[in-house]
T-cell receptor, first 113, second 110 residues
Framework: DVKVTQSSRYLVKRTGEKVFLECVQD?????MFWYRQDPGLGLRLIYF???????EKGDIPEGYSVSREKKERFSLILESASTNQTSMYLC????????????FGPGTRLTVT | EDQVTQSPEALRLQEGESSSLNCSYT??????LFWYRQDPGKGPEFLFT???AGEEKEKERLKATLTKKESFLHITAPKPEDSATYLC???????????FGAGTILRVKS
């Protein structure tokens, strides 16, 4: 079974702090994704990566950056956390070919106070 | 721009009462339509991928169908454990991204 793990289930940070969210997948997938999910807005893509050290902006990249130094690990960085970044953050991975379905981690509920 | 609209937003069913969820889409060159199930506080769980009009996939009480403009997720004789949010997503001709709908919240009462 594909397994995607995220470093924390719940996180509470203060405004202005630098926040790191880590994601690891064990299926040798080329693609990895970071989404945020908010009530009424659905899943919105922040960034994705199709290879090590490669990244592309998604629909809402402002206030975020990412890092992919190893194929299995994709990090999301909030440079200076703000209250409007309080959300559920979901990581996903997929292959580049074949059926292409994305497999999701359990999510990190981030609260910025 | 690729778009996905799901309806209804919420659906309440009695146990055993069959129904369907709708996913309407506009996409340039469909390369896959995906259905996911999401339980509260958890990540989405992959259910099905459909690629072409007329295709159908089944899993237990769920059956997904696809036309050129929409997909249906049919739920036959649902049970309370089928309660969840069901998400639909499409992959278009260009790029590696999926575009998700807002989801349908399903509640099945015993």
């Amino acid at each position: 079974d594909v397994k995607v793990t995220q470093s924390s289930r719940y996180l509470v940070k203060r405004t202005g702090e630098k926040v790191f969210l880590e994601c690891v997948q064990d299926m040798d997938h080329e693609n990895m994704f970071w989404y945020r999910q908010d009530p009424g807005l659905g899943l919105r893509l922040i960034y994705f990566s199709y290879d090590v050290k490669m990244k592309e902006k998604g629909d809402i990249p402002e206030g975020y950056s990412v890092s992919r130094e190893k194929k299995e690990r994709f990090s999301l960085i909030l440079e200076s956390a703000s209250t409007n970044q309080t959300s559920m953050y979901l990581c996903a991975s997929s292959t580049s070919g074949g059926s292409y379905e994305q497999y999701f981690g359990p999510g990190t509920r981030l609260t910025v106070t | 721009e690729d778009q996905v609209t799901q309806s209804p937003e919420a659906l309440r069913l009695q146990e055993g009462e069959s129904s369907s969820l709708n996913c309407s889409y506009t996409v340039s060159g469909l390369r896959g339509l995906f259905w996911y199930r999401q339980d509260p506080g958890k990540g989405p769980e992959f259910l099905f991928t459909l690629y072409s009009a007329g295709e159908e996939k089944e899993k237990e009480r769920l059956k997904a169908t696809l036309t050129k403009k929409e997909s249906f997720l049919h739920i036959t004789a649902p049970k309370p454990e089928d309660s969840a949010t069901y998400l639909c997503a499409v992959r278009g001709e260009y790029g590696n991204k999926l575009v998700f709908g807002a989801g349908t919240i399903l509640r099945v009462k015993s």
